[in-house]
């Protein structure tokens, strides 16, 4: 049963997401969004090779606080969120339908929720690694996508200020810190500290997509 909610997780979620925008916006295009989520799927395969690399090298795991600091912030957070960032920034920025934060939010979190889609069937039934850390497994979609409001929403403002490199350079580098964060956290077994830091995510992704809808509203 839990192998079976981890999995199914992240691509219900961006279903719901995509009936809950053509409901609520039903004139707008969602062929960029679809593709958006492709996008993930495909960037999983770096992130995968990455993870089966660090295990080959036995880098994965708690077995010391280098090899995690390691394993949490340099092969899983930064090949992961530079994996995301590259079709969000080449792809989706110079698209005309890519205006504002509340835009790189949705297309961000689309691409996230691709990627843990794919990353989540590799980590159930493909990983070497010896047992599943069921903690790990069932926060891999959510915690993705609230990683990728922080990038698409500083994307997204870079595009509308035309500020685009330092503002994205700052999505990116704050995605990064907090993935690594999250994943060296679920290393070390400290289930208070995730619920900690994830309630802490939450809160900073509400206040995001607070502004985002404020610029919004200002712009229309």
């Known amino acids: 049963m839990e192998n079976f909610t981890g999995l199914l997780l992240s691509p219900v979620t961006f279903v719901l997401f995509l009936l809950f925008l053509k409901f609520r916006f039903p004139k707008w295009d969602y062929q960029l969004l679809v593709k958006s989520f492709i996008w993930g799927c495909l960037i999983s395969i770096p992130v995968i090779l990455a993870d089966i690399v660090a295990h080959y090298f036995v880098i994965d ?3 010391s606080i280098r090899r995690m600091i390691t394993y949490s912030f340099i092969i899983v957070a930064f090949v992961s969120e530079v994996s995301k960032f590259f079709p969000l ?7 005309n339908n890519f205006r504002n934060p509340a835009d790189g939010i949705l297309y961000s ?3 996230a929720l691709g990627l843990s889609t794919v990353y989540a069937v590799y980590y159930a039934f493909f990983s070497s690694k010896s047992g599943l850390d069921p903690a790990y497994f069932l926060s891999i979609g959510p ?10 929403f500083f994307t997204g403002l870079g595009k509308l200020r035309k500020n685009l490199f330092i503002d994205a350079m700052t999505g990116l580098l704050a995605t990064i810190l907090f993935h690594g964060i999250y994943r060296f956290i679920l290393l070390s077994k400290d289930i208070t500290l995730f619920w900690l830091f994830a309630l802490g995510s939450v809160f900073i992704a509400t206040i995001l997509i607070y502004k985002s809808r404020k610029i919004t509203a200002e712009l229309n």
């Not at 920034?89 to 698209?95: D, G, I, K, M, N």
């Not at 915690?143 to 922080?150: D, P, S, T, V």
């Open 109 to 111: 979190v689309a691409i």
């Open 89 to 95: 920034r080449f792809s989706l920025v110079p698209r």
């Open 143 to 152: 915690m993705n996508a609230l990683f990728g409001i922080i990038m698409g």
């Open 61 to 63: 795991g708690a077995r």
